[in-house]
């Protein structure tokens, strides 16, 4: 268990453990885990911030209704961490106001 | 029992028909506007939003010039901003052949004597919008344009028309038009009402008065459709369009994206509705896909569809009735009437009270349309009786 | 081109597995679309890979849901998890996305299961990281056996905080405080409910042995509760309230919100379906048939979307819904639909004999279906009960008009979190019933889908 979470495990070994990265650091998950499941057993509470004053969000209902709980998943921004299960090695970033759109890429920038 | 009597009755309490009944009042008329639902349910309310002189028919071009002017200065005229936003509108080439129609057309409006319209070339347009896909050739740039918010405006010409001294009668529709006196009677589920003069403002279903009258137009329903993103970081300044597809693409202040384009939904006039259809909503999305590749994974919250007159020479008609005195038309604005509005109703006021406008509007007249043109359309079931 | 199917059901909670299993045992070949990745809904979510110690927790009535899920292995079903709906139009057509690529395909019936949501819970601080629906606990539990096992306050009303508190309890996690702000006159007003209650009176007992293990445990229980305030800087730090006159403060790290759950009609919305507004329930509902049946000939609703039943009258509704659908395809005669459906209509009408007494019994305090002008009613754009009300002042009739004010409802969540209490707000700001002032005109697609996905999408060639 993470140092510093309020939430623990019920004791089940039978389940895979696997890693991903929030923000780049290291958390371990479960097989079956959602993406946000994970991060609040690891004890991270704030997901995003609002694209409309700033203020930080955390996951709330956790089955797909609210939005809360949008992230960064794999290069791809403003996904649900509930609606994603954890596949080993993903890499998760918590979002910082609206999406943001690149430029267009040059030729030959691939 | 007296029956209440108007100087002028407006069918159709749209933006248009609002904008009418705004100026009609403010020339000292009394003045009722009906409604079959409320202001705003259709076209008026959920348009793009574009105040846009690009791209515009010939024959619009002296009254969308007269009708910024008027946006301009939006809140003197409503007493509110309605949300409109000054900004360039932009319409992109993506090749040689399309900057050439482009070009073309810039020529023709320097013969008439217009120079709103600009050619840049890629560079500037890269500049301009740097998400642009990098196969874009140039574009025509139409500065001084902008947008606004179209639920928000009709809200505005509604509190300035009711302020103003008109009534307004939701929920109201017009049943059956005769002459009355030296005016007209209109029967309505409110009952009677009398007025001397009748002004068309009925969009989609303008024609019931027009065949009432017996000078019916190819006027056809479409449902419009648009859609709106998440919010994204601000990147798109211009309102965006393309020469060779249908393309209406701008980003509001809070950062959403509409996409609009032409592209129609089901359009149920008689059941008062309409629904999107994904085929079409799904070319908008290749369009936009096209020209910003990077959007691939922004998502769609929100589509809806308008109901809209559609006009096979794609200008609406506006003036008195070829037919009856006392009658006049502004209806079948084709999908881009919103930036026309607040010049219809200067328009129409002028030609009740002085007896013609001055600016030209020969080119909107009702009975433009040959025999055979009537022949092509559908007769869709008719309410009005005269 | 994806081929017609013959039904297709949306969403794998108890409706929608039992409505799989009668179009199994008809030999029809349905199509069972579910936007999680294992069958079973919110509440039989992951039942088919909980190990025992997850069954032990969570109880009887979530293994009770073990022969349901069985279906899902069915030859005839085509089920597809991870399958997000976000659209139905009228002629049966259904649009979802699922591992990225778009698809429509088109249904001879469609029944929604999409079963029920939280209803919203405002009040000051309720958007504080950390702050929680007790649903969402359910699920952390269900789906990664994940729990809070200190500094955690439950609050609100209803059944499922109590379940919640007796299910952590039993993990021995440290609750901080169970808040209850049922109303002390519900419980007068709910008592006329009783004698219809206590002809299905399991729910009744399971209610009683919840309390009993609340009592027991120590945990300190405030009972009737108000005013309640979140507070905390970046996350949750406490929950204020009042009981009784006094002001009452208890530390948390987290807080479980609940108050009921309403029908998800967002579908039933978009097909533009007619709903009416259930008083007792505080929720609107699709107007259906015995049969689940809409007005549209090819679309049904069964189980919570079409009003909150509970998971037993909800898998009984799955099958009526189902065996009507089935007759309307030809599948089924009448008498043969009417013989398999008299066990399913008796355990439906069994099942729903509680709910009036709870639904009276739990129905939420006035506090967060008014909630004060401070408080934000839209989370995704952020929008005040105070600014609804402004926009009332300045002519707002309904939900639809407020968008000429401002942009409650508009976000990504497309109202599902709002929508109840701005209708409720306006009602009451305008001194009308709720049923003149209506409910958001809700717009496809019902799930925000990417313009990438949009772009590519499969469709029937005559969509």
Known sequence: ????????????????????????????????????????????????????????????????????????????????GCMVQVREGMSVRSMAGARTVSDARTPGDG | MARPSYDVIVVGAGLHGLSCALNLAREGLKVVALDKDHPGRHASGVNAGGVRRLGRHEAELPLTMAALEIWHRIEQEVGDSCG???????????SGSEADTLQARLLRLRELGYDHEQWIDADE?????????????????????????????????????????VEIRENCPALALSPAGSGW?????????DGGAVMNCAGTWGNTIARALGEPVPVTPAA???????????????????????????????????????HRGTAEPECNRSRVKMVGLSISAQTVGALFPQLADVRVVRSWAGLEGMMPDDIPVIGPSSRADGIYHAFGFCGHGFQLAPITGRIMADLLVRGHSGLPIEAFRIDRF???????????????SA | MVDPVPLLIMGSGPAGL????????????????????????????????ATGERQKTLGTDYAAGAPLLTVLSAQCLDHQPGATVWEVSPDGTVYYTRQGQARAVSAEQVILCSGAMERPMPFPGWTLPGVMTCGAAQILLKGAGVFPASGAVLAGSGPLLLLLAKQLIGARARLAAVVDTTPADNYRGALKYLPGALRTPGYLLKGLSMIRTLSASGVPWY?????????????????????????????????????????????????????????????????????????????AVAGDAGGIMGARAAEAHGRLAALGALNRIGVLSETERDRRAAGARAVYRREILPRPFLDRLYRPHPDYLQPADDTIVCRCEEVTAGQIRKYVELGCLGPNQTKAFGRSGMGPCQGRVCGLTVSEIIAQARGVPLEQVGYYRIRPPIKPVTLGELATLEQPEDA
């Open chain 1, 1 to 80: 268990m993470a140092s510093g979470s309020n939430f623990h495990r019920l004791p089940e070994p039978e389940y895979k453990r696997l890693t991903m990265t929030f923000d780049g650091r290291t958390i371990e998950a479960r097989s079956g885990d959602s993406v946000a499941a994970a991060l609040i057993a690891a004890g991270v509470t704030v997901t995003r911030t609002t694209p409309v004053s700033g203020v930080s969000r955390g996951p709330y209902c956790m089955m797909g209704v609210c939005f809360e709980c949008l992230m960064e998943i794999d290069g791809v921004q403003n996904v649900q």
């Open chain 3, 18 to 49: 039992a409505a799989a299993q009668e179009a199994v045992r008809a030999g029809v070949g349905a199509l069972l679309l579910d936007e999680q990745p294992t069958g079973g809904g919110q509440i039989y979510r992951a039942l088919g890979e």
């Open chain 2, 185 to 193: 009677r209109v029967d309505t589920p409110q009952g009677p009402l």
């Open chain 2, 224 to 262: 419009l459709m648009l859609m709106i993103t998440e919010r994204l970081a601000p990147f798109l300044k211009p309102v965006l369009g393309a020469a060779g597809r249908t393309l209406s693409f701008k980003q509001f202040d809070n950062g959403t994206l509409l996409i609009g384009g032409g």
């Open chain 3, 223 to 299: 009972r009737g509760a108000s005013g309640l305030e979140a507070i905390g800087d970046d996350a949750v730090a406490g929950l204020r309230f009042k009981v009784r006159g006094r002001q009452h403060e208890v530390a948390c790290s987290n807080l479980f919100l609940h108050q009921g759950v309403v029908p998800n009609v967002q579908l039933s919305r978009s097909l533009g379906l007619e709903h009416h507004w259930d008083g007792l329930q505080r929720c609107w509902r699709p107007i259906l048939d015995g049969w689940g049946a809409s007005a549209l000939e090819r679309i």
């Open chain 2, 84 to 94: 409109f936003v000054a900004c360039d509108q932009i319409k992109v080439a993506e």
């Open chain 2, 125 to 165: 347009l890269r500049r301009r919008v740097p998400a642009i896909a990098p196969h874009c050739v140039g574009a025509v740039l139409c500065a001084g344009d902008g947008s606004a918010n179209p639920f928000r405006t009709v809200m505005a010409y509604r509190r300035a028309a009711l302020s103003a001294g």
């Open chain 2, 370 to 384: 040959a025999a055979a043109d009537m022949a092509a359309m559908d007769t869709p079931e008719q309410r009005i």
